[in-house]
Every structure is written in structure tokens, then in C-alpha cells.
Nanobody, 126 residues
Framework: VQLVESGGGFVQPGGSLRLSCAVSGVNLDYYSIGWFRQAPGKEREGVSCISRSSGRKFYAGSVRDRFTISIDTAKRTVYLQMNSLKPEDTAVYYC????????????????????WGQGTLVTVSS
């Protein structure tokens, strides 16, 4: 199983980035993919999650209406489109896979995720 993030970088406030998570070794019909982030000096937090089997998407309140998660099953890639970026979005972003169906109260629980990528750094600064 391998999850590889890409697309991080430096962007000014108000800008956009699209992160990609290339997934191999798991069946996306049965695994959900989540995005997490860890800012300097802070704990890792859930950002978003997508379940292809249920069609559900979940977002943290801090990114709702700015970030959009999507999946391209043909490319086996999950995307996180990030718009209107703020300095507080600066963090290392990780994608992770879980084989249990996420629900509103559990989608951001790290312990429910079986596999993790290595992370990609997003820096938002003027």
C-alpha cells in the first residue's frame, strides 16, 4: 500500500493550491481517503474525507466552503482543491486511507486510518 502526496508549495494569502494523493495497493471502492494537516507546534487535525462507496464528503469547519475534495478513480488519485488560502492553513498535509466507512463523528479520528502518506508542505505567507 502506498499513498503519495504532491502539490504542496508556497502561496500568498488568497491564493490556491491543489494537492494530489496517488493511491496504490487498496481498492478505492472499499477504502475512504482522508486529508489531515499538522501545523508547526500543533497536533495533527482532520481536514477532509471522501468515501467513494457512500458518496459522502466531510470537511472541517475551518476549511468548509474553501476546500473541495474529489476523487478520480481512473487515476486512483484523490485531490484537495484549496482556495482562499490563509496563513493559518500553513501545515504539512497528509493523506490517509481507512477501510471503515466514515461518519460525521468519526471521519477525523486518526486511529481509524490504516495507511498514511509522507506529507507535503503548504506554506501560505505574504
Amino acid at each position: 500500500v502506498q499513498l503519495v502526496e504532491s502539490g504542496g508549495g508556497f502561496v500568498q494569502p488568497g491564493g490556491s493550491l491543489r494537492l494530489s494523493c496517488a493511491v496504490s495497493g487498496v481498492n478505492l471502492d472499499y477504502y475512504s481517503i482522508g486529508w489531515f494537516r499538522q501545523a508547526p507546534g500543533k497536533e495533527r487535525e482532520g481536514v477532509s474525507c471522501i468515501s467513494r462507496s457512500s458518496g459522502r464528503k466531510f470537511y472541517a469547519g475551518s476549511v468548509r466552503d474553501r476546500f473541495t475534495i474529489s476523487i478520480d478513480t481512473a487515476k486512483r488519485t484523490v485531490y484537495l482543491q484549496m482556495n482562499s488560502l490563509k496563513p493559518e492553513d500553513t501545515a504539512v498535509y497528509y493523506c490517509a486511507a481507512r477501510n471503515t466507512s466514515p461518519i460525521t463523528s468519526t471521519w477525523s479520528q486518526e486511529s481509524d486510518y490504516n495507511y498514511w502518506g509522507q506529507g507535503t508542505l503548504v506554506t501560505v505567507s505574504s
